[in-house]
C-alpha cells in the first residue's frame, strides 16, 4: 500500500490496517463444530476462500456481504462473503478470494488491500475455510452474477462489533439441537459460517470499535 492509500483510510480502518500488520498469521481453527461436539459433519474437506471485504467509507467502515440464491447446491438463500473453493491455479487463500470475488460481483481487485487473515473455519457442509480480510477502496461498481448472487449490501462495522448485535440461537438439526451465532440486521439474518467469522473478526479487532 502506498502513502498515499494510507493516508486515505479513515481512522478506524488505519487502526484495523496497523493491527493485522502486528499480528502473527492465524494458525487457530473454528467451526460449526464449536458447541455442538455431536454434529454430523462432512468425511472429506474441500479448500476454499472468502473475502472479508471492509469498505472504507467516510462516514465509518462498513462491511460488505452477499445474499446467495436460492438454487445453489450449498449455502442457498444464506448470507455470505464472497468466495468458494479453491482452483488448481490458485497460488494461494488470497489468490482465491480475490479472483472469487471478481467473479461473483465484480469487484476488481485493485481497489482491494489485504489486510490479513482470520482463523480457518471448518463448515459442517465440508469446506476448510481461510477468510481473507481486506480494505476496499471506494468508488468502485459492483456487477453480480446473477446465477450465485440474489442481491449485495453493506453492515456498519460499528454494528458487527457491537457484542449486543450478536446471538447465540439454536435449531433442530436431526432430531438434535444445533446451536449457532447469528446477527440480525434488519430484513437480514446472519449466521452459521459467516456468523462464526464475524465473530472471529470481533475478537480480533477488540477495542478498535
Known sequence: MSDTEVMAASPLMQGIRDLFGRMEPPVGRRGDLDGNPGLEMAPV??????????????????????????????????????????????????ATALRETEEEIGLSRSQIDVLGRLDTYITRTGFRVVPVVARVRPPFILTPDPYEVDAVFEVPLSF??????????????????????????????IWGATAGMLVNLCDVLGDLG
Do not use: K, M
Open 45 to 94: 474437506l474441500r479448500d476454499a476462500a472468502v473475502l472479508v471485504p471492509l469498505i472504507d467509507r467516510v462516514e465509518g467502515p462498513t462491511l460488505l456481504l452477499t445474499q446467495r440464491t436460492a438454487h445453489l447446491a450449498a449455502h442457498a438463500g444464506q448470507v455470505s462473503f464472497p468466495g468458494g473453493g479453491v482452483e488448481p491455479h490458485d497460488t494461494d487463500a488470497i
Open 160 to 189: 458487527i462489533l457491537n457484542p449486543a448485535s450478536r446471538v447465540r440461537e439454536a435449531r433442530d438439526y436431526n432430531g438434535a439441537l444445533r446451536h449457532f451465532w447469528a446477527f440480525p440486521y434488519g430484513d437480514r439474518y
